[in-house]
């Protein structure tokens, strides 16, 4: 409820200041790209089609399955990504290793342009630059996708195989940037289930699970409903759509009883929580502010308004990173580097956040954290001015045009990343001249009232979460909790 009150505030500030809401209703979703063919089939599954020739005579072939590690029950911990393992060691029209064999023999390389990822949220699978010139190369392609779907085959053998092999991953990512990266979950997701997933598993777990849990992970959650399919490239559209709906056609669609995914939301938190992390391998000091807050309700994420936020965020972030910069370069400066940030957190859906990011030289974390500090709240008191305003809006609106004068140069890559992210977040993807005209008009006319009032409602004094690296040296204090919460309460 806080996130749309916070919504309709600054929509109000902006009524009337554009040209753009006077065509359109701001809460109405965008128009989509005429040049992307998409769709629902009736079991559930969404597409997008799109034909695009950079490169020239290649293609684009992926999976998205908007689950991840956070639906894994206690004792599934790290199947996610195992069965993401799995997708290469068998399907149901490959056998072995024999998908492997064949898109390496056409120039598909495993590792580079063979790959998938895990994460909490979500599982991607995709075969990037696959050269496209004969038909049997796309069908091969699509049959990939059909069996990464719904057809794994989950050989028991192959997963015992496989347990050496996730086992060496998780001792050979063990590292300082792992462990930080666990630390930060479990402190800024604490409350949640988020804490207790880190992606891989367990050594136990990873021994001992059983064929069973995986198959259950995979029978649960591996549904239509939850895919996408998107291909990109130089394709004849027509017959690539066709073939999404008749080969995807004997997938059946979730029973009506089909389990839902938990939708998980980050607890408040009224004081500052602050979480020390010191590492012997750490190489760098750095500290970083949280200010939460809930994410964009999904139904407004392909709207105006949501374009509106996003400039907002992008000319106050630029704005705030521009004096942070400068600090930075002058003589004994606190910081080596600060940056400031705004939008998702990254890794859970129903999360929003401003975040600030300091690093510094060894022993002098709370001087560079505290000069940041001050430059956040001067932000919060004064917000920008207008001068600093009409350079960010040069700025970003050369960027905007450089980007519309290039829209028929845009690689396949970027249109995926497009289509991936309408899929699991709402987000639009409206027609090339469509967006730069909406987005030349609301930077133009974009009141400073706007970014100034955004951003004090960002910087708040509640929802913040600290979270410091450090190396753990001879010869290097480090902060404390006490003084972190002291220099915050003085600033």
Not at 190 to 209: A, C, M, P, V
Not at 235 to 254: F, H, N, R
Not at 440 to 457: C, G, K, R
Request: aromatic share 8%; proline share 4%; hydrophobic share 40%.
């Amino acid at each position: 409820m806080k996130m749309k009150k916070l919504l309709f505030a600054v929509v109000a500030l902006l009524l009337g200041a554009t040209s753009v809401q006077a065509q359109m209703d701001a809460s109405q979703p965008l128009p989509v790209d005429k040049e992307i063919r998409q769709g629902v089939l009736p079991n559930g599954l969404t597409y997008f089609v799109r034909h695009n020739e950079k490169p020239k005579g290649m293609a684009n072939f992926y999976i998205v399955h908007d689950v991840g590690a956070i639906q894994e029950d206690d004792n599934q911990q790290g199947l996610a990504h195992f069965l993401e393992h799995m997708a290469f060691n068998g399907t149901k029209t490959y056998p072995g290793k024999t998908m492997i064999e064949y898109l390496e023999k056409i120039g598909v390389k495993f590792g580079a342009n063979l790959n998938a990822g895990t994460s909490w949220d979500y599982t991607q699978y995709l075969m990037r630059d696959v050269p496209v010139s004969r038909q049997g190369v796309i069908d091969t392609a699509m049959l990939i996708l059909h069996d990464w779907s719904h057809f794994i085959t989950l050989d028991h053998s192959e997963i015992d195989k496989e347990r050496g092999v996730i086992q060496e991953e998780l001792r050979t990512r063990d590292g300082a940037s792992w462990r930080s990266t666990i630390h930060l979950l479990k402190t800024l997701f604490k409350g949640t289930k988020y804490e207790h997933r880190n992606l891989i598993g367990h050594l136990d777990g990873l021994q001992s699970f059983s064929y069973d849990d995986i198959k259950s992970f995979y029978d649960k959650w591996y549904r239509p409903d939850y895919q996408a399919v998107v291909v990109v490239g130089d394709i004849d559209t027509d017959k690539v759509e066709a073939q999404v709906k008749s080969l995807m056609a004997d997938i059946a669609a979730p029973a009506a009883d089909a389990a839902e995914k938990e939708v998980i939301v980050v607890p408040d938190n009224q004081e500052p929580v602050v979480s020390i992390f010191e590492d012997p391998e750490m190489v760098e000091s750095d500290a970083t502010l949280f200010i939460k807050r809930r994410a964009m309700p999904r139904e407004y994420r392909n709207t105006v308004i949501a374009e509106q936020v996003s400039l907002i965020e992008m000319l106050g972030s630029s704005m705030a990173n521009t004096r942070l910069s400068e600090i930075a370069m002058k003589p004994n400066a606190p910081f080596t580097n600060a940056h400031l940030g705004n939008g998702g957190v990254g890794i859970c859906p129903t999360l929003d956040g401003l975040t600030l990011g300091v690093g510094t030289k060894d022993g002098e974390l709370m001087a560079g954290f505290e000069a940041a500090l001050v430059e956040l709240e001067r932000i919060r008191r004064h917000g920008f001015t207008e001068s600093e305003l009409e350079r960010a809006k040069a700025q970003v609106l050369r960027r905007e045009e450089q980007a519309y004068t290039n829209r028929n140069d845009r690689m396949n890559g970027q249109y995926v990343q497009r289509y991936l992210s309408a899929f699991r977040r709402n987000t639009a993807f409206p027609p090339a001249e469509l967006e730069w005209k909406m987005d030349s008009a609301i930077i133009a006319q974009l009141p400073l009232i706007a970014i100034n009032q955004t951003f004090a409602s960002y910087i708040t004094d509640h929802n913040n979460v600290v979270i410091v690296n450090a190396p753990k040296k001879e010869g290097v204090v480090n902060p404390t909790e006490a003084q972190i919460l002291e220099v915050m309460a003085k600033v």
